[in-house]
């Protein structure tokens, strides 16, 4: 064991640590910081510009190397790269500023992107552009939660963002067939669902079409599909009812 | 000269000879706006010192920050020619090439144009354009060559030099009138040899002996270039239509002023020296004769004209002689105020000077009013010009319609005459300014009635505080009074404050235009022809109700305005050939009309514009809630600006097109300031991208034959799990989660015809899908047996394009169009045993359903609804497909129990069938996947997005194809500028009988923000490029590539790292959306700031 004085001490500041535990013993690599991100996800395929060295640790901080022994005992090879590999797959390890910051601002612009798919402003039809929203989440102070999905944090930026501005969902749009027996104790029910009905015609059966609030739709497909015993239908005519083409101010 | 009322200007307006209507145009910097404040000054509206500095026509705040005139102003001048009044109307324009457009709007309205050259910079290719937009409107230009005083100060040249710099500057503005000229005789020859119809040239002369009354630019239609008269159109002193200036020192002369004041002083006769003063003459001095060919002596320009002028600056500015100035003065008969000649900047004694012995504005006024012409003598020519619109000749017009040629000529103001405006674009002026809220002087009466108001008020005052109980009865009576006014004028004021109001900006060609006249606006796209036959016989716009007609409305001009550059006069009423301000037409007019009281005229020409507008930017609101009002004020902007365009796109991007940087930047102060009053941004505007794929490639990226690798796959290999299965070639098959379901999709791509042709029959397929909808509801929808034609014809099209082994029966078989039921893709059905109507089926009536089977039928909707997910967003950064044929190739179903359920009940009522299986799988499906048709669109969607990454994938750019008019000489950076942006250039030619090429080049979209600036700015604005969407293009390199043959590693190296455009499109658009973008944060772990132990 080599003597540890204060001259051949290494800073470990720039150090990101990846751990494991197997075999009841702790194992970490030494690792350039913001790099293990980018070796998960492939975007980095060379080791040696993610690995300090290649040697495996009991205690990185300490400079404690694992011994042979228990490497083999736990990993059953004693091939360190390989091992390495391993830790770097499947470690713990405390993500790093860049990485932080790149995937907050990955997820908040996924949640811009998928609202503005999602909305439109209600007066003109139209959706407003990723950046507009961004701006407008920025205004109302949303942050992200790293640990919710994003469609599901998209849902609850919409709800807030309504506040601040005219956003709306894009309405999807119904065609909505029930048999005419059950049409009218129906239509009562499917009513407080129905943003716009834009259609109506009612002979040997009644057929709507409507607009609906995406989050309506399966509580319109059960109630159909309860009530009228599958008799009536329900169709998708399109997904979002936005306004297509450019249009010229005049 | 005092200041001009506005009872002499009215007056003036009534007697149309003695009115000129002309235009400033000129190069960027070149003094318009000096020599109109100098103009401008001689009416006494602004100090003659001040003339120069003030910049009295550029109203705009930021035209006086940035020292350039932005927009078109006009104003109305007085101007006194011996016993003779005239009434001048100058529009100065602007000369940036941003702002044509306004050049444009001015040209149009005018008779004549003042053309004004830097006596040291000489023809700019501004001063061209102007000189070609003034030549197509048909107006006389006069010109003058300004700053000569920079000829002197500046360039120290000596008298002798200045005349030959003077001699080649007049030469240049010939050449471009001369070029000007014979280009038009070489297109009118060009036209004839095309039409070798002999009738029409007949016609030709016909017209002919017409047109010539009373114009001298009439030529000959039959004669070639050698016969035309051009004589008349060149610019010379001795023809008296060029004069010297120089406008911040304040003055100018012609030859003929010189010529009067010599004729005296030396006993010539003022004509000979007239036609002598100005070219190769010579005075002999001894002989006291004037002699031609000058051969070492000095002309009689320089000698007689030039030399004075030199050695007044020499003596006033370079040496500051006192007591040769004083007799300079003494001889010139000059008078100056002690305080000019005291002052210590010499050219404030200059000016002082100059402004009494050659004032510029007596000289420009002089020579516009002798040279231009009145709107009397509009030539006939021009007239037919502006009412022809189209390619429509004039003699196809209805008679009525011709008739009102003569009301055009006479300009009678008299009731009868019809009136005729011209409005050519829409100006904003602040409400506060309108002459009807402006606060006026008062008058003496009115002065004296408010002092003794105040002094009875007084009185009460103190009668109150000497006794108050009698007088308290007076002061409540006085004082609620009072400050109801007070309340009064509070209220009103917030309601105008700032409100913009708009005024067109106009022109009386005929009859008298009134305040409430009712008259008729004509859209550009109006016929005549069809307004006559569907308007009652002699009605006019007086009367009441009319039937509508397309293109034509009725409206009351609210007010009329005289133009006073930044004010205006109200006006009762504007005879003919004035130009005039009309207030109220903001609902019916957008940016230009054509306003009269008949419905026979035909709308005028649009107004030709330089400068198409190219530079696009997203302009967004800073705060989203802010929506509406930015919307509203690019209504307003649009309608205010005759260049700027506004549209929202798909995207809902609001995009804002201007013609330049600079046009830019003005629109965007007037949305902030005067229009929207919000905060806004700008951006680049969202670049459009497609995803397709294509034929794997013979060869490799350094055009090695590949032979039979299948490199593609072996990179884009998919995951395989138990659910997914992919086969070599490229056959993907997907089971839904409940294993209920199995689809095997393929990718193919379409030829390159069948995307276009899809794109531009995408309404019939929407027709086509309506009535495939309808069809399945057991109803038909009526269709015109054109659509069913057009339908019938896209369908054998389509065949046409879709031919070879691979493609046997697949037009029939086309199971749907996608995505939003009517792109560029295709889902075909190749699934075996499974008979399904195609999508034309709805085209056959006669044959009734034939259902296949309906196990899965059921279902045909989900499959649909996958595929049309699939094309809506693809794989590669969640842009559309285009291009794709995805054909199904495998669905299998298996319902364990409910199908044999089914077939026992059997099929002796399909309907109750189809219910009760709906019933059954709809209570069998609830599982914890969810609702099974959700599950069947979803594994549909992930096929094909499976299939399409397991073929080569491509982007597509939308590109524009942009055409570029240059001169020879800047054709190789024009061609620099194309290159370094990705530009293809397609062909490049030479336009007949100029010196300018056409080039036509293609340019992807996303290279094109700054592109139209750029090619300016190096080009030094001799090139105009236009771009215009044309197409989606295939980017050749594959994003995903990565080297992996020999040789490619030799010339790309490991990494691969040079630029590769598909992936660096692809990754912005990621970057954008919020995907995932395969990059690494930081690129070398070992050069990353090192912390320091105590941070």
Known sequence: MSIFTPTNQIRLTNVAVVRMKKGGKRFEIACYKNKVISWRSGAEKDLDEVLQTSSVFNNVSKGQVAKKDDLSKAFGTDDLTEICKQILAKGELQVSDKERQSQLETSYRDIATIVAEKCVNPETKRPYTVNLIERAMKDIHYSVKPNKSTKQQALEVIRQLKDSMEIQRAHMRLRLVLPAKDGKRLKEKLKPLIKVMESEDFDDQLEMVCLVDPGCYREMDELIRCETKGKGSLEVLSLKDVEEGDERLE | ?1095
């Not at chain 2, 005349?163 to 000007?180: F, M, P, R, W």
């Not at chain 2, 269709?783 to 493609?807: C, F, I, N, V």
């Open chain 2, 1 to 1095: 000269m005092g200041h001009t009322t506005l009872d002499k200007i009215k007056a003036l307006q009534k007697n149309p000879a003695n009115i000129r209507n002309l235009c400033i145009l000129a190069h960027v910097d070149h003094g318009k706006t000096t020599l109109a404040d100098c103009l401008v000054a001689s009416n006494g509206i602004i100090s003659s010192r001040l003339a120069g500095k003030l910049r009295y026509l550029d109203s705009r705040e930021d035209e006086q920050i940035r020292g350039i005139t932005m927009k078109s102003s006009a104003i109305s001048l007085h101007y006194a020619s011996g016993k003779t009044d005239y009434l001048i109307n100058l529009i100065d324009s602007p000369g940036h090439v941003d702002f044509s457009s306004e050049v444009s709007t001015a040209v149009r309205l005018c008779d004549g144009a003042i053309i004004m050259v830097d006596a040291v910079e000489g023809v700019c290719p501004q001063t061209q354009a102007v000189l070609r937009q003034a030549w197509l409107e048909n107006i006389r230009p006069v010109l003058v060559i300004n700053k000569m005083d920079r000829l002197i100060m500046e360039l120290k040249f000596t008298s002798q030099e200045a005349y030959t710099h003077l001699q080649k500057i007049l030469e240049q503005v010939n050449a471009v009138t001369g070029s000007l000229f014979t280009s038009k005789v070489l297109e009118e020859r060009a036209d004839k040899e095309k039409e070798k119809d002999k009738e029409k040239e007949k016609e030709k002369e016909d017209i002919d002996p017409m047109g010539c009354s009373g114009s001298e630019q009439v030529y000959d239609w039959s004669a070639g270039l050698e016969d035309s008269d051009d004589s008349q159109l060149y610019f010379s002193p001795d023809q008296g239509n060029v004069v010297f200036a120089s406008a911040t020192d304040g003055w100018g002369f012609s030859i003929q002023q010189f010529a009067n004041i010599y004729s005296q002083k030396m006993g010539i006769r003022g004509e000979v020296l007239r036609k002598t003063l100005w070219g190769d003459f010579y005075l002999h001095a001894k002989a006291k004769k004037i002699m031609k060919g000058t051969k070492g002596k000095k002309p009689l320009f320089v000698q007689l004209v030039l030399d004075n002028i030199w050695s007044l600056y020499d003596a006033v500015v370079t040496r500051r002689d006192q007591d040769k100035v004083e007799k300079m003065m003494l001889s010139l008969g000059v008078k100056v105020m002690a305080r000019d000649s005291r002052h210590s900047d010499p050219k404030v004694l200059l000016s002082a000077i100059c402004g009494q012995w050659l004032p510029v504005s007596q000289a420009v006024l002089s020579m516009v009013c002798e040279k231009l012409p009145s709107p009397l003598d509009m030539t006939s020519e021009r007239i037919e010009k502006l009412m022809s619109v189209g390619a429509r000749r004039f003699d196809s017009l209805p008679t009525q319609t011709q008739e009102l040629k003569t009301a055009f000529m006479q300009c009678s103001c008299e009731d009868t005459a019809p009136v005729i405006v011209f409005v050519s674009k829409m100006i904003t002026v602040d409400a506060k300014s309108l002459p009807q809220n402006k606060q006026r002087p008062l008058t003496q009466e009115e002065i004296t009635q408010r002092r003794e108001l105040a002094r009875q008020r007084h009185a009460e005052r103190q009668a109150t505080s000497q006794q108050t109980a009698p007088a308290h009865i007076s002061l409540s009576l006085c004082i609620p009074h009072s400050l109801q006014m007070q309340a009064l004028t509070v209220a009103a004021k917030p309601e105008d404050e700032g409100k913009q109001i708009f005024v067109a900006f106009a022109r009386v060609y005929s009859g008298v235009v009134r305040r409430g006249q009712r008259v008729f606006v004509l859209g550009p796209k109006y016929n005549p022809a069809q307004g006559l036959r569907v308007l009652p016989e002699g009605s006019t716009s007086m009367t009441g109700s009319l039937p509508p007609v397309p293109h034509l409305a009725c409206c009351t001009l609210d007010s009329l305005y005289l133009l006073m550059g930044r004010e205006l006069e109200d006006l009762e009423e504007v005879p003919p050939g004035n130009v005039l301000g009309i207030g109220g037409l903001e609902e019916c007019v957008l940016k230009s009309a054509t306003l009269s009281t008949s419905p026979a005229l035909p709308p005028f020409i649009p107004l030709n514009f330089e400068a198409t507008p190219i530079v696009r930017v997203a302009i967004e609101p800073k705060h989203p809630s802010e929506m509406p009002k930015l919307v509203r004020g690019m209504r307003l902007l649009n309608q205010a600006d005759p260049c700027a365009e506004v549209l929202i796109q798909e995207t809902g991007e609001h995009v804002l097109v201007t013609a330049g940087e600079v046009h830019l930047q003005r629109c965007l102060d007037d949305l902030r300031e005067r229009f929207a009053k919000i905060k806004i941004s700008v951006s680049k505007p969202i670049i459009p991208f497609r995803e397709t794929v294509v034929k794997p490639p013979k060869v490799d990226m350094v055009n090695e034959d590949l032979g039979k690798q299948q490199k593609v796959a072996v990179i884009h290999q998919v995951k395989e799990s138990d659910t997914l299965h992919l086969d070599p070639s490229g056959l993907v098959t997907l089971t839904t989660p409940n294993r209920q379901a199995t689809v095997g999709v393929r990718a193919v791509p379409l030829p390159e015809e069948v995307p276009l042709l899809l794109e531009g029959s995408a309404d019939l397929i929407r027709t086509l899908e309506q009535a495939g909808q309808a069809q399945r509801d057991g109803r038909f929808l009526d269709m015109s047996p054109r659509t069913h034609d057009a339908l019938l014809g896209l369908k054998s099209k389509l065949e046409g394009l879709l031919q070879g082994r691979k493609w046997r029966n697949a037009v029939d078989r086309i199971w749907a169009f996608g995505p939003r039921r009517h792109g560029p893709n295709i889902l075909l059905n190749s699934v075996e045993g499974y008979q399904r109507p195609s999508v034309w089926h709805c085209l056959e009536r006669d044959k009734g359903e034939k259902d296949g089977d309906n196990a899965i039928r059921d279902f045909d909707n989900s499959i649909v609804s996958g595929f049309q997910l699939a094309t809506l967003s693809g794989p590669m950064c969640e842009e559309p497909l285009m291009g794709v044929c995805f054909s199904v190739e495998r669905w299998e179903m298996n319902f364990p129990i409910q199908r044999t359920h089914l077939d026992s009940v059997g099929d002796e009522d399909s309907n109750s069938h189809d219910q009760r299986r709906h019933e059954d799988i709809g209570a069998g499906v609830v599982d914890c996947y969810g609702p099974f048709s959700g599950q069947l669109i979803a594994a549909v969607k992930e096929a094909c997005r499976h299939a399409f990454q397991a073929k080569p994938q491509r982007l597509m750019a939308a590109m524009y194809t942009c055409e570029i008019m240059a001169t020879a000489e800047v054709l190789g950076r024009v061609y620099g500028v194309l290159g370094k942006r990705e530009g293809r250039v397609l062909q490049e030619e030479m336009k007949e009988g100029t010196d300018m090429f056409i080039i036509k080049a293609v340019l992807p979209v996303a290279e094109s923000f700054g592109f139209a600036d750029e090619i300016r700015k190096r080009t030094s604005g001799l090139a105009s490029p236009q771009l215009v969407f044309s197409h989606w293009e295939v980017i050749g390199s594959d994003p995903f590539w990565v080297p992996t043959t020999e040789e490619e590693y030799l010339h790309f190296g490991e990494k691969a790292d040079s630029a590769n455009q598909a992936l660096k499109y692809m990754n912005a658009v990621r970057r954008r959306k919020g995907l995932y973008v395969e990059e690494k944060i930081v690129e070398h772990g070992e050069k990353q700031r090192t912390l320091g132990k105590n941070k």
